[in-house]
């Protein structure tokens, strides 16, 4: 049966059961596409997409369109050759950029579909997205650079390959942090008693060094009226990050707040009762999905709060009986000194420039930074 597309701007426009395919990925859901509707970046424009069978929902998708020209920046911590090269790049020829999938995340949170659509279709109907929304850009004077689809399995490659898509680059940037809490923990002590001596001595270390910080859940009027503090946190660690392509507009926190509540944490570390970092959860079924964060650098060393917020996440998810974490990228040894394992993503990519288009591979590892780590291992 013949699959329609059709693009949405605004959730009042979505169909009415839209929300029942999502129930499995809440970063589809009418909700969180709200959030990004009313609190985006400045340079991100959303697009939310149904597939139809007739009258019938049978898939959804979302897509960001990022215009990198908008951004002073692209994070201020590496002052190389290459990063100047890059940021050449990204302002003169891949400065226009679409991406199907979500560019705030780590994961396949691009679409969704139900079992009437074969598996063989989806990524037809996904590139036959792409060219709809490329061409609607186009009515409105903007031109498409780069197209990214975006954080795929290695199953999902199979699937992108047996289509043969023509020009597409395939590449695998940093891993997704993921951790498998075993299901026979049910207390935090469980996870402490796995830590090998080594890193359960850490533990104490941290614990130790933050003995004297506030920890304390944030309801949705407390996030606005710390917001000027929250923002100037995040930006902070932001800024300082070695590669951005978006900052976070300043009422995000409180709009996902209010749009999605509970499913939403905020947590404020304190100091004599000011806030000098914070960090965010996402329930998303039985994953927990860490968000943004943000902290004072000086106070971060001195007092390993960094390490502190990955032992809170932890030790919360295995009290609230969570399957895994989802730590996403960055920060990769930190993380896996906690236990979380690397999981490969995989994307594509395809300039608009036939020229450009067949040396990408040469200029792929000036737009993705490659980053070398070593994994630990704190178990046992």
């Known amino acids: 049966m013949k699959t329609s597309i059709k693009i949405f701007t605004f959730t009042k426009q979505l169909p009415e059961h839209w929300d029942t395919l999502a129930v499995d990925n809440a970063f589809l859901s009418t909700a969180y596409l709200e959030i990004l509707e009313k609190s985006a970046p400045d340079n991100m424009r959303c697009f939310f997409i149904g597939y139809f069978q007739e009258e019938n929902l049978v898939g959804i998708s979302l897509s960001q369109f ?15 050759l290459k990063s100047s090269i890059r940021n050449f790049m990204l302002k003169n020829i891949c400065s226009h950029v679409l991406i199907i999938g979500n ?61 043969k898509l023509k020009g597409y680059y ?32 850490q533990y104490k270390r941290a614990r130790k060094k933050a003995i004297d910080i506030e920890k304390r859940k944030l309801n949705l009027s407390e996030i606005i009226d710390n917001e000027d503090t929250i923002n100037d946190l995040y930006s902070h660690v932001a800024k300082n990050a070695p590669f951005n392509t978006f900052f976070l507009a300043s009422n995000h926190f409180s709009t996902f707040k209010r749009l999605m509540k509970d499913q939403f944490l905020f947590y404020g570390y304190f100091i004599d009762n000011k806030l000098i970092g914070f960090n965010t959860l996402v329930k998303n079924g039985k994953v927990m999905d860490t968000y943004f964060l943000g902290y ?51 994307g594509f990519i395809k300039h608009c420039n036939p020229i450009i288009n067949r040396f990408i591979s040469h200029f792929f590892c000036y737009l993705e930074p490659k980053v070398e780590w070593q994994e630990r291992n704190p178990f046992k």
């Open 296 to 346: 004072d650098e000086s106070i971060q060393r001195e007092k390993m709060l960094y390490l502190n917020m990955l032992y809170d996440m932890v030790l919360y998810s295995i009290h609230k009986d969570f399957d895994e974490i989802i730590f996403a990228r960055t920060a990769l040894e930190i993380k896996s000194g906690v236990g979380a394992k690397p999981h490969e993503m995989f």
């Open 66 to 80: 990022l215009n990198l020209n908008q951004l002073s920046s692209f994070g201020e911590r590496d002052k190389c």
């Open 170 to 201: 395939s590449f695998s940037i940093q891993p997704n942090m993921v951790f498998d809490i075993p299901k026979e923990w049910k207390l935090q002590q469980d996870y402490i008693d796995a830590l090998s001596k080594k890193y359960r001595d």
């Open 103 to 163: 560019n705030m995340l780590t994961g396949q949170n691009a679409f969704l579909f139900s079992d009437k659509v074969a598996h063989n279709s989806i990524f037809e109907l996904i590139e036959n997205t792409a060219s709809e929304l490329k061409l609607l850009l186009k009515k409105q004077g903007i031109k498409v650079h780069l197209t990214n689809f975006k954080d795929f399995s290695a199953e999902d490659v199979n699937r992108f390959r047996a289509e």
